[in-house]
């Protein structure tokens, strides 16, 4: 059988203030159309459906549009979806009658009866074409530290905690498919020797640091579709244990990324192939200069070199760009230049970086420094500690701030 796995789409994103709208809506129209091309039997969704835990009304009539066009289209199509970090697990799960009226399993949040798993929900068929049952899927939304179990461990209770839960709901999974039945995965997290996108991905699980083995999933899990990493990427070496990475950019930083859907098919019980199907961009990301930063003089003789704006091109369309300016000391004039610059430009300016070259750093240290709008809330709280206190901060403190984020984060939705 043939499965799609994607993730992180973030609904109701923003760069710089700028909707993404536009081009969400060009990818769930692609999207629908390379899942009846392909011939796909089923669609895994791995979290991170919304950019934030309270989405717009817009971001939520993508969501449901997009479900409903896919009822319409293929009928007899399995859709699968996990809640993820920036989800709020309530909001996902609040309209499951409707969903599993459709067909469609959604788990937002570790569901749980009378205090134990609710392995009903957790774990979900997958039929081929002619309607067999071709394999299971341990469907584990991401975990907060409050949805793990208490187990005895000398090493870290986050992560042994992890462990319990997917350990008892590949268990269970094992109990109910029959010979010639895969075993398929589902996670939202952070796994051992995987690349971040720093600028867009916020820190879970009590950190980063708290990262996951990848014998998290034994090799009788023919595949994992992971999400919460951006870039697509392998983990641990394992040709089935996979992030999908998010089908746009979600930061300046990953405009060199290959934004991608991974085209899955099973063989019996085995893996057969993983195949990249790369995600048209409709929206192109610009940099100037390409890397580090060039005194204002050179910058603006780049812009001026940069295309004229076509009358007839809906501005959407435009590249966004960031542009960095070396400068030995400030300039109070920088934004009006390069806007001046730009203003017939076929571009739209969504960040501007000064990096001051006279601190005695060489230029390619002198890197633009991160905005407040782009430090995260870890970032300002070591900050904040690091100004207050001289001993390094100790790990169960961190722990606590990032157990009391997410509970923020959570009330906000």
């Known amino acids: 059988m043939r499965l799609l796995h994607t993730s992180d789409w973030h609904l109701g994103h923003t760069l710089y203030d700028v909707s993404r709208e536009a081009e969400h809506a060009a990818f769930l129209d692609w999207l629908l159309e390379t899942l009846e091309a392909q011939g796909v039997d089923a669609l895994l969704i791995a979290g991170d459906i919304f950019d934030t835990s309270n989405p717009s009304a817009e971001a939520q009539a993508a969501w449901y549009q997009f479900i409903a066009r896919a009822r319409r289209k293929l009928p007899k199509l399995d859709v699968v979806v996990i809640g993820g970090n920036h989800d709020s697990a309530a909001r996902l799960d609040a309209p499951d009658p409707l969903f599993s ?82 075993l398929v995965a589902m996670g ?18 009590g ?5 996951l083995p990848v014998d998290l999933f034994p090799e009788d899990v023919a595949y994992a579709a992971l999400g919460h990493l951006h870039k697509a990427q392998r983990v641990g070496g394992r040709e089935g244990v996979r992030y999908s990475g998010s089908p746009l950019p979600l930061s ?26 790369s995600v048209p961009r409709t929206v192109d990301m610009l940099r100037v200069p390409e890397r580090d930063a060039l005194p204002l003089e050179e910058v603006l003789v780049k812009l001026e070199a940069l295309p004229e704006v076509d009358p007839e091109a809906p501005e959407r369309a435009r590249p966004y760009l960031e542009v960095c300016v070396s400068l030995p000391r400030p300039e109070p004039a920088l934004r009006r230049k390069v806007e001046a610059a730009l203003e017939s ?48 901060m100790a790990l169960p403190l961190l722990e606590a701030f990032h157990t009391l984020l997410t509970q923020v984060q959570e009330d906000a939705s």
Not at 349 to 376: D, W
Request: net charge positive; charged share 25%.
């Open 101 to 182: 009226a459709l067909g469609v399993r959604v788990v937002g949040g570790v569901p749980r009866t009378r205090g134990a798993l609710d392995f009903e929900r957790l774990l979900v068929p997958l039929h081929d074409a002619r309607g067999k049952v071709r394999a299971w899927v341990a469907a584990v939304p991401y975990l907060r530290p409050a949805d793990l179990p208490l187990v005895p461990t000398e090493g870290d209770r986050l992560v042994d905690g992890v462990r319990e839960v997917y350990g008892l709901t590949l268990e269970a999974a094992r109990r109910r498919r029959q010979p010639g039945q895969a």
């Open 188 to 205: 939202h997290c952070y796994m051992v020797g995987t690349e971040l996108s720093q600028l867009s991905e916020r820190k879970i699980l």
């Open 207 to 211: 950190g980063n640091q708290h990262a």
């Open 252 to 277: 300046l930083s990953e405009r060199h990324y290959h934004h991608q859907v991974l085209l899955v098919e099973l063989d019996g019980e085995a893996l057969s192939s993983v195949r990249p199907l």
């Open 345 to 392: 430009k076929d571009v739209r300016l969504v960040k501007l970086s000064p990096a001051y070259t006279g601190t005695g750093l060489a230029l390619a240290e002198a890197q633009p420094s991160l905005s407040l709008r782009e430090r995260t809330p870890e970032d300002v709280f070591k900050a904040r500690y690091a100004r207050d206190y001289q001993e390094p």
